[in-house]
T-cell receptor, first 110, second 115 residues
């Protein structure tokens, strides 16, 4: 059974800092890994999707990497802004489902 | 392109009552998921449909929860009778393919409070 862990559970940084969020998973036989953003009281917004054959994906200030052999993914946020404050969730796609971590709650202070 | 639509956005019911949630996925998406997200936790898969067939419902509490996807499009999730621990946000998502490899899109969710 796939287990997904996200560290840290919460992170507070000053505006402008570069930061890294971590996601680890126990079963390396994955189809893809997806990073989501969730604002309070809202649904999930897809940020990046990395296929199992890929090593990284980039979108604007976001860069996500995937290392299947070690069961890890990182989400790098460059030059953080207060608007980046949200909970970030990673989801691992296996054969038939997506398993989520508990998320990292990010606060970017002005 | 329209996103995943869910209704209602909020629902408050008393324990032992019944409740139903509705989801309309993105047009053309074969796969539909229902997730339960308890405050402070990541979403937990309840049931996954491919078109109108169930792919995975291993984590669905079948004594009280039921779901259907008529004609392989809209879906409803029902709870009867509700318990206090069912208070959560219920999220619907859809993706183009039944297998992993395609992006999943989520609705805004239905926040259920059982009192």
């Amino acid at each position: 059974k796939q287990e997904v862990t996200q560290i840290p559970a919460a992170l507070s940084v000053p505006e402008g800092e570069n930061l890294v969020l971590n996601c680890s998973f126990t079963d390396s036989a994955i189809y893809n890994l997806q990073w989501f953003r969730q604002d309070p009281g809202k649904g999930l917004t897809s940020l990046l999707l990395i296929q199992s054959s890929q090593r990284e994906q980039t979108s604007g200030r976001l860069n996500a990497s995937l290392d299947k052999s070690s069961g890890r993914s990182t989400l790098y946020i460059a030059a953080s802004q207060p608007g980046d404050s949200a909970t970030y969730l990673c989801a691992v796609g296996n054969n038939n489902d997506m398993r989520f971590g508990a998320g990292t709650r990010l606060t970017v202070k002005p | 392109e329209a996103g995943v639509a869910q209704s209602p956005r909020y629902k408050i019911i008393e324990k032992r009552q019944s409740v139903a949630f509705w989801c309309n996925p993105i047009s053309g998406h074969a796969t539909l998921y229902w997730y339960q997200q308890i405050l402070g936790q990541g979403p937990k898969l309840l049931i996954q449909f491919q078109n109108n067939g169930v792919v995975d419902d291993s984590q669905l509490p079948k004594d009280r929860f039921s779901a259907e996807r008529l004609k392989g499009v809209d879906s409803t999730l029902k709870i009867q009778p509700a318990k206090l621990e069912d208070s959560a946000v219920y999220l619907c998502a859809s993706s183009f393919s039944v297998r992993g490899g395609t992006e999943a899109f989520f609705g805004q969710g239905t926040r259920l409070t059982v009192v």
